[in-house]
């Protein structure tokens, strides 16, 4: 009896555990992550091909919030699904969605926050033989995980808070200066 009930409380561990794991892979990231992300998934050249129509692709849309509208994406159905499939989908192999190109290899499927920061090395510029771009690059992603509203936007002469809060993560970055 004792047994049963270990092993009972054991399965319901495991399926709990099994359905947190799930559920975090449509959890959206803060906004700050997703920003950062989005910033770095840019510069590291990476893109996401998908179709508007893809149930899939609207839950990875989500993982993003606002920040997915700076993340590198081709739509592979510009005309909808009865539509033609587009050349630069054809080219890149793409054969289900999404499906991400990081770093030349090819992910298919739904990816959390975690699994493409680990991924595409998030917090490691791509070329890191030049140092002003490293201390450029980081600064970007520190500065775009505190200003999330800001990603995509150049920093206007009236938001010279904004332009002093960069510099001063420049100047702390150890390296930069």
């Known amino acids: 009896m004792i047994k049963l009930k270990f092993k009972i409380l054991g399965t319901l561990a495991l399926v709990g555990a099994?359905?947190?794991e799930c559920t975090s892979l449509v959890k959206p990231a803060t906004a700050q992550t997703a920003a950062s992300l989005a910033y770095h998934l840019q510069q590291a050249g990476a893109q996401m091909y998908s179709a508007s129509w893809c149930?899939?692709?609207?839950?990875q849309i989500q993982v993003f919030g606002d920040a997915f509208s700076q993340v590198p994406y081709i739509e592979c159905y510009p005309n909808g699904r009865n539509g033609?499939?587009?050349?630069?989908?054809?080219?890149?192999?793409?054969e289900s969605f999404p499906?991400?190109?990081?770093?030349?290899?090819?992910?298919?499927?739904?990816?959390?926050?975690?699994?493409l920061a680990n991924i595409s090395n998030y917090g490691t510029p791509s070329?890191?033989?030049?140092?002003r771009k490293v201390?450029?690059?980081k600064t970007d992603?520190?500065?775009?995980e505190r200003n999330p509203q800001m990603l995509g936007r150049k920093i206007s002469s009236s938001q010279s808070s904004l332009a002093n809060e960069w510099?001063?993560?420049r100047r702390n970055i150890r390296g930069c200066q």
């Open 167 to 169: 510099s001063g993560i």
């Open 55 to 59: 149930p899939v692709c609207r839950r």
């Open 18 to 20: 099994i359905g947190i």
């Open 99 to 115: 499906t991400w190109v990081i770093g030349g290899r090819t992910y298919s499927g739904m990816m959390s926050i975690q699994q």
């Open 84 to 94: 033609t499939f587009n050349s630069q989908c054809e080219k890149a192999g793409i």
């Open 135 to 137: 201390c450029n690059y």
């Open 141 to 144: 992603l520190i500065f775009y």
């Open 127 to 131: 070329d890191t033989s030049d140092k």
